[in-house]
């Protein structure tokens, strides 16, 4: 697993599906546009959600829960790399939320 850094993350954003595993209060706040939010204890039931051929971003509230689901995600065949610093850092630089 690769740690990217927002500005890398906001550049694959069209290539990579972006992963949100935030619960469903702290996604209240905003997300990454396009993201898919499957919060963290659903994603093993919700994995068909996920095209393997599809690099994956994997987005939380600080980078710490992101790292271990993109951690899983690779020992499951995808290719996964989660976001430094999570959406505490990407809402501080003033990037864009929905």
């Given at each position: 697993m690769a740690e990217i850094t927002i500005?890398?993350?906001?550049?694959?954003?069209?290539?990579?599906?972006?992963?949100d595993v935030?619960?469903?209060?702290?996604?209240a706040d905003g997300m990454v546009p396009g993201a898919l939010h499957i919060p963290m204890g659903q994603l093993q039931e919700?994995?068909?959600e996920l095209d393997p051929a599809v690099p994956v971003i994997v987005v939380c509230r600080s980078g710490n829960r992101s790292a271990?689901?993109?951690?899983?995600l690779n020992g499951a065949?995808?290719?996964?790399?989660?976001m430094a610093g999570?959406?505490?850092?990407?809402?501080?630089?003033?990037?864009?939320?929905?």
């Open positions: 500005t890398e993350a906001e550049q694959r954003r069209s290539t990579a599906r972006i992963l935030r619960e469903d209060f702290e996604v919700r994995l068909s271990a689901v993109a951690d899983a065949g995808f290719s996964a790399d989660t999570g959406m505490i850092v990407w809402t501080r630089a003033g990037l864009p939320t929905t």
